[in-house]
């Protein structure tokens, strides 16, 4: 399986900290067997929030190549669907311009607010920039791309 992040923001967060002001922050999580595949994508993002929760040191316009995620180690792959409306965090950490790697992690929090890692990778090949780390919680949801709404309006109209 492999796995693609790419992550945007506007705000003032202050590294290390809880302190922050963010405008807007957003992620897609895009994921597919094979590389012909069309991607299953998941959005997560946040808007208009102040303190640590989510934010951007200014800006940050972030996007990794695709990965390898080995779906034996990480079995929720199998049941992404489930995770659509869980509250969730995704923090991709390093500092570059133009081009670098990233750390990602990404968790859902279970029903008592305790966060439940699924991924954790280092030294992801990325694009973009972005100046020590980009974080967002916020809920899961689903991203249907063109192709499947073409392909949905078609069986519906069967």
Not at 12 to 23: D, E, F, I, S, V
Not at 32 to 53: A, K
Not at 148 to 155: A, D
Request: aromatic share 10%; charged share 20%; with cysteine.
């Amino acid at each position: 399986m492999e796995m693609r992040v790419t992550v945007g923001g506007f705000g003032l967060a202050m590294p290390g900290t809880t302190l922050g002001l963010n405008l807007a922050t957003g992620a897609y999580l895009d994921f597919r067997n094979e590389f012909r595949e069309e991607p299953y994508r998941l959005v997560l993002g946040d808007t208009r929030s102040i303190g640590g929760n989510s934010g951007t040191v200014v800006a940050s316009q972030t996007w990794t190549e695709w990965f390898t995620v080995n779906v034996s180690a990480h079995p929720w792959l199998h049941s992404k669907n489930t995770l659509i409306g869980k509250r969730a965090e995704l923090t991709c950490s390093g500092t570059y311009v133009g081009s670098g790697q990233i750390d990602v992690y990404f968790a859902v929090f279970d029903r008592y607010g305790e966060p439940q890692p699924l991924l954790r990778t280092a030294s992801i090949e990325s694009a973009g920039f972005q100046i020590d780390a980009t974080r967002i919680r916020g809920r899961l949801a689903r991203w249907y791309t063109d192709v499947e709404k073409q392909r949905n309006v078609h069986l519906r109209a069967e």
